[in-house]
């Protein structure tokens, strides 16, 4: 047997986007998505422990996650480098930091000559302005130890940032740099560069990315192991002035109708103008000679009998009757022969191009069928008519019994029934046979 291997795809996303979002409207326990925590100063967990969430809220260098923890992703800078260049008026010269949105205030302190202005304006940011202050400690005679606090709202991430992304704040004398501080701020999850593509773990119905399902449209779940309920809103037809481009060359007929033009729901010109009058013409679909709803869903359940690619809809007669805002039918009750069975259905389109149907009756070869509601017909038609062999063999029991019934067994009324056994007689009326006769007229000549 030829040996069988299993391929993960990994998908590397070049340019990370994070997208807006707001961090103030939620609980960081319901984040499901790394780059969000991340971005709200939240901290990431990719395998959490029972009763721990993905995200949390915790300040640098705290986790409850032992698979994975922000030490992995950002790199620490120690609060003070070295002094650098010891002439300068400004001690350190430079400074590194990281910090989070949700840090509050971060303070650096630094030294500096007793009688100078400094102009602290950041730069080389992509996001919302920081928010940087100086704020004078204490002074001697020629020194002063100063303070910078550094502060970020929710909206420094920019949607279109990395990871990580920084700013400068300058520490100018005279509009000269003495000085600077440079900031590092997480706003992205480096395992989000990667993808696993319909993962088994999603059930092959959605993405796996830092341990968390992003499921398709129509699948929802930690694992993407739910169906999502229908889209219930209205379909909104294309919006067409019901012309068509001049194409003398095209054919004006459907391969599923090839004896009628443009499938029956329109006329032919130089090519198929559909019939804006007729019950689901909403879902006529004018670039391909009119197809309605019932031809769409035929080539479905041709292909597909087990209804995976569509909405099941349990059968209920007033949603069937229901009109959109522009009162049209919003079902469309269609026929289809299925594996030798007869479906009766009604479908439709949702505003999202989705199709659902409602099966009404299915009958097929074998007696069986099934009505609006999922109910068996054989399986309701069968005690029917036991039901009414019992009913009528009541009634005729009923009428025996009125008129007396069957007599009594007893010798009174049955003296003799069985006849007797040794007594015989003689039939009066019983002739003997004759035993012998002569013909008179036996051997003469006539």
């Known amino acids: 047997m030829a040996p069988i291997f299993f391929f993960m795809v990994l998908i590397t996303i070049p340019i990370q986007w994070i997208f807006a979002f707001n961090c103030n409207s939620v609980e960081y326990e319901t984040i499901m998505d790394c780059d969000q925590c991340i971005k709200c100063g939240g901290h990431w967990c990719i395998s959490p422990g029972p009763n721990e969430s993905h995200c949390s809220r915790l300040s640098f260098g705290e986790t409850r996650c032992t698979s994975y923890n922000e030490k992995e992703i950002f790199q620490f800078f120690p609060r003070q480098q070295q002094d650098g260049n010891k002439t300068s008026i400004i001690r350190p010269v430079s400074f590194e930091d990281s910090i989070k949105v949700s840090d509050g205030e971060r303070n650096k302190e630094f030294s500096t000559p007793s009688k100078v202005n400094i102009d602290v304006t950041p730069i080389d940011y992509l996001g919302s302005t920081p928010d940087v202050k100086l704020v004078k400690k204490k002074c001697d005679k020629d020194t ?83 169906k999502a309920p229908y889209d219930e809103r209205e379909y909104v037809e294309p919006d067409t002035d019901g012309s068509c481009p001049v194409r003398g060359d095209i054919s004006c007929r459907h391969e599923m109708r090839p004896d009628v033009d443009c499938s029956g729901n329109g006329r032919c010109e130089d090519c198929c103008i559909c019939d804006r009058t007729q019950d689901g013409w909403q879902y006529f679909d004018g670039n391909n000679y009119c197809e309605d709803i019932c031809m769409t869903t035929s080539e479905i359940l041709e292909k597909d009998s087990n209804l995976t690619s569509v909405h099941l809809i349990t059968y209920d007669e007033e949603v069937s009757r229901r009109r959109d805002s522009k009162n049209r039918s919003i079902w469309v009750e269609c026929e289809e022969t299925v594996n030798d069975c007869k479906w009766t259905y009604l479908a439709r389109k949702n505003v999202r191009n989705e199709i659902a149907i409602m099966i009404s009756k299915k009958s097929c070869p074998n007696a069986e069928a099934v009505v609006g509601g999922g109910m068996n017909v054989t399986a309701l038609v069968v005690p029917l008519v036991v039901a009414a062999a019992l009913a009528m063999a009541g009634v005729g029991y009923y009428v025996w019994q009125s008129k007396g019934g069957a007599p009594q067994l007893n010798k009174a009324n049955y003296q003799g029934l069985e006849g007797p056994k040794t007594r015989v007689e003689t039939n009066p009326v019983y002739i003997e046979p004759i035993k012998s006769y002569k013909n008179p007229t036996y051997g003469q000549q006539v």
Do not use: M
């Open 144 to 226: 002063c130890t100063q303070k910078l606090v550094v502060s970020l709202d929710s909206d420094f991430c920019s949607d279109t940032g990395g990871p990580v992304q920084h700013f400068v704040v300058p520490l100018k004398i005279d509009d000269v740099i003495h000085a600077k501080g440079q900031y590092s701020v997480p706003c992205a999850c480096q395992c989000s560069r990667n993808v696993s593509v319909n993962d088994a773990y999603c059930n092959g119905r959605g993405n796996l990315s830092c341990g968390v399902c992003k499921c398709k449209e129509d699948w929802r779940g930690p694992r993407c192991e739910q």
